[in-house]
């Protein structure tokens, strides 16, 4: 399962993308926000002729803009939303790299893995974009990821 966001995040994940052997991650399924069109069309062209994948799409925990105390509630509602989604497509992998959007799906691989129900491994990428310090999703993901990667020495040494 590869999750996306919109802008920067897909295009980075498209990057990393282009490296993977798709024989090797076969069904590949793609998640996106509701609101965002964009990561479809980019996912699309980098399949190109493959059959083996789908495009999913969830609710945004939170919008651009939004304040933290509004985003608690739509966080809850994605989580609940997210649930029947990977009870249904129980992937071995969670690919995400940065986007709000990864962290119900992360939360429920998480659960589902303490509950033994699967052995979901979450890896993720921190943007490229983060010099200095890990953005709101890798300081809650940094406690629930299997692997966290970043890509500055400085946001390393944290």
């Known amino acids: 399962m590869i999750i996306l966001g919109s802008g920067g995040h897909t295009a980075e994940m498209i990057r990393i993308l282009v490296y993977l052997n798709f024989k090797n991650y076969s069904p590949r399924i793609y998640v996106h926000a509701d609101t965002d069109l964009m990561s479809m069309e980019k996912v699309k062209n ?40 990977f009870w249904t497509e129980c992937p071995e992998l969670v690919l995400c790299n940065g986007p709000g959007t990864c962290v119900p799906l992360c939360i429920i691989a998480f659960l589902f893995k303490v509950f033994l129900i699967t052995q979901t491994t979450i890896i993720f990428i921190e943007s490229f974009c983060r010099v200095t310090s890990l953005s709101l999703t890798g300081k809650i ?7 966290q990667i970043v890509q500055w020495p400085y946001v390393h040494k944290q």
């Not at 002729?49 to 803009?65: A, F, M, P, Q, V």
């Not at 933290?68 to 994605?78: F, G, P």
């Not at 993901?141 to 692997?147: F, N």
């Open 46 to 85: 980098l399949e190109k002729d493959n059959t083996d994948y789908k495009i999913l799409k969830i609710s945004r925990s939170r919008e651009i803009h939004q304040s933290y105390y509004t985003s608690v509630y739509t966080t809850i509602r994605a989580i609940l939303e997210s649930f029947p989604l």
């Open 141 to 147: 993901l940094y406690y629930i990821a299997d692997h």
